[in-house]
């Protein structure tokens, strides 16, 4: 799966070769040059990282990043700091905000390309089209195969996509509202109910070995994918 790069950089020279680069790279990238442009472009489909210029017309990296965490539906977007400030108290105010990384200009694209695939890497293997194991069940996200113990098990594509979300996000409990908008989309009206009956179907899928314990519920909050009790 391609990830989707946000370039929020004011100088067009720079954006230009930040999109040359990640294009060569095989990223898909979407470019914004100023804070408004960039608040504009965090929509669905919504990007797997964001590029992000300390300095901006119409506002900061600071503030947007600030915005980004604040929203439901981008909180959890990894975001790198691009700048030309190298001091401490600098990169420690911009991590403090919510920034997963900070890279000083200049820099090597080899740098920025390692930097970005590090992110990513930790915020979601899949991204980087890596399998995911968890107690014996494995997801492969490039040939869409689920197995346990190499017997492979058979759910539809939406059962797919909610255990892809829960062995992504373990051990933090998500309402209906949350696991709709982020397995379903928020230009889909799905009433939340369905939530359960895909749960059930889900765990029924995975049930061999007692793995359907994985996905637990939690009394007045939602669900929780955890390996503990």
Known sequence: MTARIL??????????????????????TVSAEDFEQGVQKLVEPYPDLVLLDWMLPGGSGVQLAKQIRSQEHTRQLPIIMLTARGEEEDRVRG????ADDYITKPFSPKELVARIKAVLRRSAPTRLEEVIEVRGLKLDPVSHRVSVDESLLDMGPTEFR??????????RVYSREQLLDNVWGTNVYVEDRTVDVHIRRLRKAIQLNGHDSLIQTVRGAGYRFSTKI
């Open 162 to 171: 909610l255990l892809h979300f829960f062995m992504t996000h373990p051990e």
């Open 95 to 98: 991590l403090e905000v919510g």
């Open 7 to 28: 370039i929020v950089e004011d100088e067009s020279a720079i954006r230009d070769m930040l999109t040359f680069v990640l294009d060569q790279h095989g990223f898909q």
